[in-house]
């Protein structure tokens, strides 16, 4: 129940718990919630107020390139003081043909009790899951056109700060939906929560598995009584063709967020998209910081949200040891 | 006036602020000074004494490879307390077009105050510097031909620490003039403190635009009265050219500093160069470590000199948000 | 004399002071026991108690990619508190021809005061101790086909973990011996410290120089009696040869650790392999975990091992620290 997230609450909150952070739909509706209030606690702090995890040794394992997410996750790593150690995928023995749960328990021998990952292979997670000589927890910073939970749930806490709650927020989310995994994880997460969705972009990119979660429609007719847009990256530009040019200003002037669609957006309504921008693209060059943006928000919120994750990580290993030492 | 910069000063000086460092040009000499003398202060310290700066997020964003200014960096960030948050510019979004800007942007976004910036495109710190979303502080590591001014700091902090003055010392600048960035700064630098330049090296290597600072001159015409010559790196070897290393000796020969004119210079004269160092071109190999060297003299006073220009830039930062809590 | 390393020992133990730690053949066997003695030691304490060096500055320069040793190193620096700045070979100036003795200077003139270094050329630490300008401790990381000493000092670790003395053990080193360092140095101390070595695997990569530390049998004329099976790494795989998967079978059928031989091994008997695993090449798949397996204990030990070498290393400069003070 939405009920219990409140800004400002001083009442002391029980201590959130996880295994394993892989996937939204992994997560109860209560947990979300908490991990929302948790983050908008940590984002209220002054820094010195962080709390602190000691002894903690975390490692990145980057598989496919990403500058946000790993940016991010560092710097949360950094405020709550965990040890981060590096991981190169570029030399690391996976090259050499030893999988992943292989380099994942040479991690754990050498303590490090935490990994986030990001990896092209969908549920690449479940194997380390049900490994049973693996005790390491999981982090899931996006697999493949699977999910990319850390952001759905920076993504849903934008949006409360915005409204204070989810129920019949109206949404729409347009893009390339079909290889989209934050997409994926924010339908699920957003329907759940209460959102009446829309999906839009062309045709070729929409999937029918979304079908459950809203409704397939024209962005010139749910724009104007929208409260959130939510755009997704162009991933597959092909700069290389010569119709790439083309090509951006057909996606702009028909699926794009316009200088003339925003016009017509409700003077409460908010723009989001997960970044980097195609600008010119899906959003206007001139709207990607304008008022109603949330593009950089979301990117504040997203280390705040690490924070919360990684802290509630921490809270269950501390509570699986708790156990083990009394059995 | 240098007579404000003195060895051994007990004097409480004023904190020296800085908004950005991007180019001796903008500069002040009096704010050169106080970098130099705060430069030596630091030196003479024990780590332990060194100045903290606590909760301040750095990141390094080097686009084109350096070993020692980068090491400089992070180790002068090390000793400061600052967090440094590691920046690949190889798995970044800029590969995928991102501007500058935006990827500055959201490194803001995450709470990174200052970046160090070194990039192929000279003077790309005016993007950053005159976009209004943009608060973060620029140090500059090196902009195409342009400026180096760390380097610069540096190598005046080591020819005062040397001498104690500027006026009227006769310097010498020899090598590579048209391409060399730490020629640009240097010469701009040293003729405003008062020093007397010339410059040597090939013709088709001169550049008119130092016709303004110094005289253009044969080494073998100067070498018995400089007190300080001032090697550049030969940039463009080509060691796949079969003539490579006949062009190697002829240069060694011509312009570079044998053991023949070491044997002319001053018994109080000194040799710069900011490495790494082509041995038996620029300089004789014997030479490299010899009594009058200053070159690894030069790499220890560069870590200092970070250090001050960190500093500088952490106290503008703090200044400004004491200005906006009172207004 | 191995009497003096004794589990649960409470007497104090004089500090072990080490220049560097480049080949287990400099290293005399009192002064092995000692790092056997101290790597436990510090197993046994918790993360809070681990001895901390301050201001120590250390760099890691892998030019030989590696993920185990590298981590295994950094995760060491990290518990002693050592200040680790990161040297990425890729960008560095050694590509621009520059030695590596001129590399290690400019890391000295930023205050680096060891180096951990791996590289492909054999012996390269000769050329870093011998040079009169350099003051800075090595830390062989791998030398080419030379030496692995941390590997060797956490093997011999978990042997004496495991049995508690050397003394006629009986342990084989089985498979590319005429390539791998790892059994080199292994071979050198093993029977320095009194055990009873043999030599398996094929015969074109059997090496005379092995001949004095022990006996080139086969595998199926000793498994029966061995202490410790010491399986190395197949390095050359090729993975585009036709035939490799043939290769692979033939391999593990002809000189494996199969289902069939495991079982024929004594009940005490201990499997080690310093990793990444070729499974089903070296050993059987299911054997990589199995009770007898040491092998990320092996991992585990390497990190204390690790901590008491850089703990060694820094002592060894607060000694000639204190010398050159006095004098």
């Known amino acids: 129940m939405l009920t219990t997230i409140q800004a400002g609450n001083t009442i002391q909150q029980p201590k959130i718990c996880l295994d394993h952070f892989v996937s939204t739909e992994q997560l109860s509706t209560a947990l979300v919630e908490a991990l929302i209030h948790r983050t908008l606690e940590i984002k209220r702090m002054h820094p010195s107020q962080y709390p602190k995890v000691e ?40 090259k050499k043909g030893e999988t992943l749960s292989d380099t994942v328990l040479t991690l754990q021998a050498l303590g490090i009790s935490t990994v986030v990952v990001r990896s092209s292979e969908e ?19 996006g697999d493949g056109s699977g999910q990319h939970p850390s952001q759905s749930l920076l993504d849903v806490t934008t949006i409360y700060e915005e409204f204070g709650f989810f129920k019949d927020l109206k949404i729409a989310i347009a893009g390339d939906l079909s290889h989209s995994r934050v ?37 010139n007719d749910v724009i104007e009584f929208l409260d959130v ?34 016009d017509r957006m409700k003077s409460s309504a908010i723009i989001m998209h997960p970044a980097p921008v195609n600008r010119d693209v899906e959003i206007a060059d001139e709207l990607v910081t304008c008022q109603r943006s949330r593009i950089y928000r979301q ?19 501390h509570e699986k040891e708790s156990i083990n030492a009394l059995s």
């Open 55 to 94: 002894h903690a040794l975390i490692s990145n394992l980057f598989f496919e390139p990403s500058t946000r997410t790993h940016l991010s996750f560092q710097v949360a790593q950094r405020h709550l003081g965990m040890e981060v150690i590096e991981f190169d995928p570029a030399t690391s023995s996976v």
């Open 299 to 317: 990117m504040e919120n997203g280390m705040f949200a690490r924070m919360a994750i990684l802290e509630a990580i921490i809270h269950g290993q």
């Open 123 to 141: 549920k690449y997670y479940e194997a380390l899951i049900n490994d049973p000589n693996l005790t390491v927890s999981v982090v899931n910073g």
């Open 229 to 262: 847009l939510m755009l997704l990256r162009v991933q597959h530009e092909r700069h290389e063709d010569p119709r790439a040019e083309l090509l951006r200003e057909a996606y702009h002037y028909n699926y794009g967020l316009t200088l003339q669609r925003e």
């Open 183 to 219: 997409a994926r994880s924010n339908a699920e997460l957003l329907y759940r929560l209460g959102a009446k969705l829309y999906f839009c972009g062309p045709h070729e990119w929409y999937d029918s598995t979304y079908d459950r979660f809203g409704e397939y429609v024209e962005l």
